[in-house]
């Protein structure tokens, strides 16, 4: 069991999109990298994963660097992408096949263990259907089945479950927790707050960098299902919102106008959401 470690971590294309971000991912543990739309998660996991090569810092894994030369990741590595990656043409169970085809199983081998995959996802009676025909949450599961059979030491899923219902989103955690639990580093770059707080640890970025505390991260730069939720935790309530409207009944002449009740101050992500609320240290 290996650590995936990001030490110093700096990705500049025409500006930073990382800036010297440095952590561990642990082996056995699910790791969830939360953060707003664009705040640098899929960059993140690329670096980590070998993908792309870092302008400066290192990522290591089992004392060897992540990045080989060439853009192709080390054969620990899967990856669960966020456009899935999956051939349209091909059937399910061969979307999975060539994973394991490409990792020197032999083909009968391969679709066995294809088919085995796709139930753990339970879609086994859709591995001859043709990928373009399936809908975005089953070609999901057909993502997540491919990244999930190679029994990688490093799985890298990038909002695996975006597209599941709260049943589905509940099978994929069960068996990424099973990866975990075999000893692999598993990291979940999500927007779902309940996929992070079932998660071992949860780590935070906003523009490329690591947020100490999650009270840093800016409410209003945040992707729509975390805004949801966090709306639906507590009344709107923001700085532009004009103060109450006075109540419009009838008054005594005399009587005076009521105070308007003030607009309470805008809502800060705090420790108490339980929308972002880190788990509780070990
Ligand atoms: N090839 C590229 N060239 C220039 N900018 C890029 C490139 N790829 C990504 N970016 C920018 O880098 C930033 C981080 O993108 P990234 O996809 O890592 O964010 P993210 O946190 O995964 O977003 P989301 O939650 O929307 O998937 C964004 O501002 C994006 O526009």
Redesign the pocket.
Known sequence: MSDLRLSGITYV??RT?LDDVSLDFKAGELTALS??????????LSVAGGLIEPTSGTSSYADGSMWLGTGDPRPEVAFVL?VYGLVPILSARENVSVALRARGVKPAEADERAEAALARFHIADLGDRQVEELSGGQMQRVALARGLCVGAGVLLA??PTSELDEGNRGLVLAELRKEADRGAVVVV?T?DPAVADACDAHYV?DE?RLVDHVEEVHFEHF?HPERRLVEEAAPPHFDDMPAAAPATGERAPDEPAPEPTPAPARHRLSEDDAAFRRPDPK
């Open positions: 294309l025409s999109l953060g707003p739309s664009g705040s640098g998660k899929t960059t993140l966020q990038d909002e770059a927007h970025i490329g992707a």
